[in-house]
């Protein structure tokens, strides 16, 4: 059985936990850079910089009105990542079920 792969550049990307927070704020919708970057304690080249890092893992995309840039989540790769994830699930299942087997034969 092969097992679906993820591109290690969708793990980089969301390796990083403000890279996650941007995604989870971009789940609500579409937003400008500026907006993104309201409850962060950091600069707006700071975030762009991991914008920059989501867009080219495929995760964000981008569009531009003027001189303002606006992200939108793209959760396909995403996707991706679940699936390599769901691989393993079964595995741990079978640990966890024989380890509470184990603990109710040994108090």
């Not at 500026?34 to 600069?43: D, G, I, N, R």
């Not at 975030?47 to 893992?57: P, T």
Request: charged residues 25%; hydrophobic residues 40%.
């Amino acid at each position: 059985m092969s097992r679906p792969t993820a591109s290690a550049d969708t793990f980089i990307a969301i390796a990083d936990p403000t890279r996650r927070a941007i995604l989870d704020r971009l789940r609500l919708g579409e937003q400008s850079v500026k907006h993104l970057a309201e409850p962060f304690s950091m600069s707006l080249p700071a975030i762009s910089q991991h914008l920059q890092v989501l867009a080219e893992a495929g995760l964000v995309t981008q569009r531009r009105v003027g001189r303002q840039r606006f992200y939108r989540l793209n959760p396909e790769p995403l996707k991706q990542v679940s699936d390599w994830v769901a691989c393993y699930e079964q595995f741990w299942e079978e640990k966890l079920d024989a380890l509470g087997h184990y603990l109710e034969e040994n108090p």
